[in-house]
């Protein structure tokens, strides 16, 4: 089942890159044998990128959506099994990963596309609450295009072009993610890393902002596998209801949570391996929460 992400959550996205990914590959080094300095964390970046790329994923578009408020995120197991996904898919599989293999990764969006980064100067055992970077990001995002230039042309972040990692004939050469594709129709990391360069300085593609993963984790965006559910409508609060509730294909359908509202439609948070799908029409009762 795929995920679904309201473009007005933009520090949201942070639930969708699942550190519990990193056990679906085997990286072909020993993490721990690697220098605690940007060379080292460069390597296991590589190192993620190049097992990533072995698993034969394709490049592809997005699932059709009929809402133009939410777009369809494929999970790390929908990834690896259809061999398939988009932009934003791929960068938060590889930020997932990052962020299981200890580095710090920001999933980037500009106009039409998406990208990842890694913090080379710092990893989650040596990034302290002071550390460097943290004064380019606010409530878990940066948003000063700017800012995020200076951080990676000054070697403080490796910017990667996710869809490197897929293989694809069809993007054109005048984009960044289409150039200098192999004959299987992959990018090599370094080519990966010069496009994410590319990226980010293209009149035509807009930044529009980062979420730095760890930090939005530390507010409280916890992995979407802990959520198991989320059916967004547009409002900013919801609901947290049903222990294991589990409900496909109903037409109607009325749950009672904590004692508190009245029943009301709103974002509803299912909890502790709850589901809810293709329900039409939800009447909710539970505890009120303000994300």
């Known amino acids: 089942m795929s995920w679904e992400w309201p473009y007005t959550d933009k ?61 369809f995120i494929r999970t790390p197991s929908e990834i ?10 791929l960068a938060l599989l590889f930020c997932g990963v990052c962020l299981g293999y200890e580095l710090l990764p920001l999933v980037i969006l500009i106009e039409g596309h998406a990208l990842a980064a890694v913090s080379l100067n710092y990893d989650v055992r040596t990034r302290g609450p002071l550390y460097q970077e943290r004064r380019y990001i606010k409530d878990g995002l940066i948003t000063e295009a700017e800012a995020l230039r200076q951080l990676v042309d000054g070697g403080a972040y490796l910017a990667v072009e996710c869809t490197g990692f897929a293989e694809t004939q069809k993007l054109p050469e005048s984009l960044p993610e289409g150039m200098g594709r192999n004959y299987k129709g992959l990018l090599s990391f370094e080519r990966a890393v010069e496009a994410g360069v590319e990226q980010l300085s293209r009149a035509d593609r807009p930044f529009l902002f980062g979420v730095d993963i760890a930090t939005a984790r530390e507010l409280g965006f916890k992995a979407a596998e802990n959520i198991s559910a989320v059916e967004a409508v547009g409002e900013e609060s919801g609901i947290n209801v049903g222990k294991h509730l589990k409900m496909e294909d109903v037409d109607e359908a009325e749950v009672t949570g904590r004692e508190g509202d009245a029943p009301l439609t709103r974002p509803i948070n299912v909890l502790e391996s709850g589901e809810i799908k293709r329900v039409k029409k939800i009447s909710i009762t539970g505890e009120k929460i303000i994300k």
Not at 20 to 37: A, F, G, T, W
Not at 49 to 69: I, M
Request: net charge neutral; hydrophobic share 30%.
């Open 80 to 89: 690896f099994g259809q061999k398939e996904g988009t932009c934003l898919d």
């Open 11 to 71: 520090p949201g996205l942070a639930r969708f890159a699942l550190e519990e990914s990193s056990k679906l590959i085997e990286l072909p080094i020993n993490r721990y044998d690697q220098p605690q300095d940007p060379k080292g964390r460069r390597q296991i970046a590589d190192a993620i990128y190049s097992t990533l790329q072995e698993k034969g994923v394709r490049y592809s578009l997005e699932k059709f959506n009929t809402s133009s408020a939410t777009q």
